[in-house]
């Protein structure tokens, strides 16, 4: 899932975006390390331009480009580069052949730097990405939400002649665009580009609050949950099934990681559904699945074993308290222990302000709507409600969706219920769906595929197949 859990220090980056003209750019490239993720790829350029000297920050990872910070030069040589908003600064310094920058890049921690010097910036290969002109019409969609928010996306539909079967597409956890752009990478887009080319239309949307879907008071998003978020799905169902190229009988959807959580709520709610295709969408709730994710992003990361049951330990100790409704006081003593001991699995030595606020968002993070429904709601009873074909994919290598903890949930629910799940293991994917090494979220920006080619025909041959019974 794509929202990662606090036993991860992330780096999320925030940016301001503005031009200068370039006289001299010098690239230095590297490899820093983040805790509970592994290396990220940066490139910082330093340019001398006509309104002063910027420090070029470029980080695949994060999808950004040569963002210019405005750099100062002191009186020990160092280049001094500061972002306030992000709280991030750099300071490095070139030596004297200009081959190499070294220093330290500071967000909360201190990061290593130690960058060679590159004539060019390495081009981010993404080969599915499509090209025009395709062989499908497009159509911008409108949906009014009944609680007054908008709702926009894209529908892609095949030549040819209809009305056709459609796929509604749910992103997963977070705020998403309607390609679900993560790290140069455009699943969604490719999925649709894909089974459009196939036969299938399909209505990928951006998310409440995001793009085109929007929201009049923003900050109302941070009391919603899967369940409001399946009512947006519902909405975009209804959205395709009412254009006149879509065949209603045949409308599904396909969710991703938490999308794969709401297919089946929404599901249960619209009985007129033709399918429902979860990519490692869970099969256990939140407090079963989120100890099996940090142990095996843990143990990836190279994270010593008692440690890192000492992690989970203290992780099962703190649901425990939130479903026991346990008082301010006694979360604070477990999430303070939480930290430690994540800190501790990490090789983490932090200042005492940095902890502190590492407990307040901890606490603030696990206690949010969002999280209370995830870690307690079980996905089983909703699929066990599911009338349509159900098809559930899991990569071998996804170490957030746990291939053998959900879909072994997945497989009871259909054994207990007869219901028509197909469920497929899918060898060497990760929660991507990428072909993938290790399955660490540090390879998703580093491989080029987008999604795996064979799981596109699967899924697209599936839909067919259950579509062309209706």
Not at 161 to 187: N, T, V, W, Y
Not at 277 to 291: I, S, T
Request: contains cysteine.
């Amino acid at each position: 899932m794509k929202k990662y859990n606090i036993s991860q220090v992330l780096l999320w980056l925030c940016f301001v975006i503005g031009t200068a003209s370039a006289q001299e750019t010098r690239l230095y490239s590297g490899e820093i390390q983040i805790p509970g993720i592994g290396p990220m790829e940066m490139t910082l350029g330093i340019s001398e331009t006509d309104a002063g000297t910027f420090l070029l920050l470029t980080v695949p990872m994060q999808g950004a480009k040569d963002i210019p910070l405005h750099a100062t030069y002191k009186k020990d040589g160092s280049l001094s580069a500061e972002l306030p908003q992000a709280e991030l600064q750099f300071i490095v310094f070139e030596n004297a052949e200009l081959t190499l920058l070294t220093g330290k890049m500071i967000q909360g921690l201190e990061f290593e730097i130690e960058f060679e010097r590159i004539t060019t910036h390495k081009e981010i290969v993404r080969p599915q990405l499509p090209e025009a002109p395709f062989p499908y019409i497009q159509y911008e969609v409108t949906a009014q939400h009944p609680e007054g928010h908008v709702l926009q996306g894209t529908l892609t539909i095949p030549e040819g002649r209809g009305p056709f079967p459609c796929a509604i597409l749910i992103s997963g956890s977070g705020m998403q665009d309607r390609d679900e752009s993560l790290m140069g990478h455009k699943p969604f887009l490719v999925i649709a580009d894909y089974l459009s080319r196939n036969g299938i239309a399909v209505l990928r949307y951006d998310d409440r609050g995001i793009g085109g879907s929007v929201m009049e008071n923003i900050e109302d998003i941070n009391g919603d949950t899967s369940e409001d978020f399946a009512t947006d799905a519902s909405v975009m169902v209804h959205a395709a099934r009412i254009h006149p190229e879509i065949d209603e009988r045949r409308v599904g959807v396909i969710g991703h990681s938490e999308g794969g959580l709401i297919g089946p709520m929404v599901a249960i709610t619209d009985p007129k559904l033709a399918f429902v295709v979860m990519l490692a969408g869970p099969g256990v709730a939140g407090f079963e699945l989120l100890p099996v994710q940090q142990a095996l992003l843990l143990h990836v990361s190279g994270a010593d074993g008692e440690i890192i049951d000492r992690v989970i330990d203290a992780s099962m100790s703190f649901y425990e308290l939130m479903q026991a409704n346990a008082s301010d006081e006694e979360l604070i003593e477990q999430m303070t222990e939480l930290i430690t001991v994540q800190f501790l699995a990490q090789h983490l030595e932090v200042s005492e302000e940095l902890f502190e606020q590492a407990i307040e968002e901890g606490i603030s993070q696990m206690t949010s709507p969002w999280m209370r429904f995830f870690l307690y709601y079980d996905p089983a009873l909703a699929l066990a409600q599911v009338t349509c074909p159900v098809l559930a994919l899991n990569g071998t290598k996804d170490l957030q969706v746990d291939a053998n903890q959900n879909l072994s949930a997945i497989e009871a629910v259909k054994s207990s219920t007869g219901n028509d799940i197909t469920i497929i293991e899918l060898e060497g994917l990760n929660h991507l769906f990428q072909p993938s090494t290790t399955g660490s979220i540090a390879e998703y920006a580093q491989i080029e595929i987008t999604f795996d080619y064979d799981t596109l025909v699967l899924m697209g041959n599936w839909i067919s197949e259950v579509t062309d019974a209706e």
